[in-house]
């Protein structure tokens, strides 16, 4: 359709004509680095953002102070672009989510264009905490996303890609209560809850062989007692279990469980355990969205990865939305591949020149990705089909 195409167009050039600011937005967002349900600036100054170009604004949903909703046009479809924007602790946007949020932000205002010519609206969502709370689990539960029929956003990263592999997750607290006594005069009158842990570690790897590929299991001890003298009386520690398939996780934590219990038996120790309250989901890639995301990249010049991922990036709270939304988490190249994420090199990426061209690539892809959409309800229609089909 001619329509289309001289959309797309005007979407390049209504980028283009924002780079500037938008640039300096991220590089702002970039200096003064928030952590999660604490990016009071961040979620300030992108909304001003956006209500300076027509959006309507609300703040603290789903109770959190630092999310919000920016929307354009009115009723269905809904297209929700998703904007994270909190850093890491003492890293600073080692993650960049300051690309993240300001290509969403610019995604949605150069797809209004789409919205006035073919109605349905765009709701820029603010979600944040992604790093250390899952905010968008909270929102999830909230309902938030329940009336959205599309969601997407765009990670920095090494590779241009339209889809991610991200697993389901689970955090499991874990402590042995033992018994203390003289490691020397009268190591038969305690009970040693180190030895409990050590032996929880050993049960886990004799495990890990008969798990499935997509399956992790990894934790680290943050107390294994006093003094190598006294039997230690207490040993704590904190686990996280990861699976591809949402079901499968929850037989692998029965079987991670066990092999604490086992390790109580054996030692006589007391077992006390805690499974953190949110789970992160794996993430359902939308193979169609993912199609019209690739083809919009590839104009643009990018070369892109398989459509089918095929390594584990982590887990990510978008993968919580994408089970109740079609979903797309793409990644946008912004370092050379021997630079990974959470380390000062990215930091340093994420507001480089790549940087800033994987922003104006991302929100452009977005933008145009909309437009294909909006522009054709059979597309809608399909995303759908496959969305319940799989
Ligand atoms: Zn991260
Ligand atoms: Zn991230």
């Given at each position: 359709?001619?329509?289309?195409e001289?959309l ?62 920016a ?33 969403s ?24 905490a ?5 905010g ?7 309902a ?12 920095p ?9 991200a ?37 886990i790897?004799s495990?890990?062989q ?8 990894h934790?680290?001890i943050?107390?294994g ?20 398939d ?24 007391t ?13 359902k ?30 887990s ?13 988490h793409a990644?946008?190249?912004i ?5 990974t ?8 990426a ?6 800033n ?34």
């Open positions: 359709m001619k329509e289309i001289s797309k167009t005007n979407i390049i050039d209504n980028i283009d004509s924002q780079c500037k600011e938008l640039f300096q937005l991220s590089h702002r967002i970039h200096d003064n680095p928030e952590l999660g349900f604490e990016e009071r600036k961040a979620a300030s100054w992108l909304s001003e953002y956006l209500q300076n170009k027509g959006f309507q604004i609300e703040t603290g949903i789903a109770g959190l102070a630092t999310a919000f909703m929307t354009y046009g009115q009723g269905t479809p809904k297209v929700a672009v998703i904007a994270e924007y909190d850093a890491l602790p003492k890293l600073g946007h080692a993650c960049g989510h300051n690309i993240i949020a300001t290509s932000v610019g995604a949605g205002i150069a797809a209004k264009a789409a919205v006035d010519a073919f109605g349905g609206s765009i709701i820029v969502i603010g979600t944040p992604e790093e250390i709370f899952g968008k689990i909270d929102m999830v539960k909230a938030v996303f329940d009336d959205m029929d599309i969601a997407m956003m765009v990670h990263s090494t590779v241009n890609a339209a889809t991610i592999l697993l389901a997750l689970n955090n499991l607290e874990v402590e042995f209560i033992g018994k203390p006594a003289h490691a020397a005069a009268h190591p038969y009158k305690g009970i040693n809850a180190l030895e409990a842990m050590i032996l929880s570690f050993n049960n790897n495990l890990r008969h798990i499935k590929e997509d399956s992790r299991i934790g680290i943050t107390d007692g006093e003094a190598p003298n006294i039997i230690p009386s207490h040993s704590a520690g904190l686990f996280i279990i990861r699976s591809m949402n079901v499968y996780l929850e037989e692998l934590k029965d079987k991670v469980l066990n092999c604490f219990k086992g390790a109580a038996a054996a030692t006589g120790a077992l006390k355990y805690r499974w953190e309250e949110k789970m992160y989901a794996s993430m890639n939308n193979m169609i969205m993912a199609g019209l995301f690739e083809k919009n990249m590839k104009s643009l010049g990018r070369i892109m990865e398989d459509l089918t991922p095929s390594y584990v990036i982590g990510t709270d978008m993968g919580n939305v994408s089970q109740i939304v079609p979903s797309i990644t946008v190249a370092a050379p591949p021997n630079v994420v959470h380390t000062s090199d990215f930091s340093a994420a507001i480089s020149e790549a940087g061209k994987g922003l104006a690539d991302a929100a452009k892809s977005m933008a145009m990705t909309i437009v294909d959409i909006l522009g054709y309800p059979e597309i809608l229609e399909n995303i759908k089909k496959e969305f319940h089909s799989s």
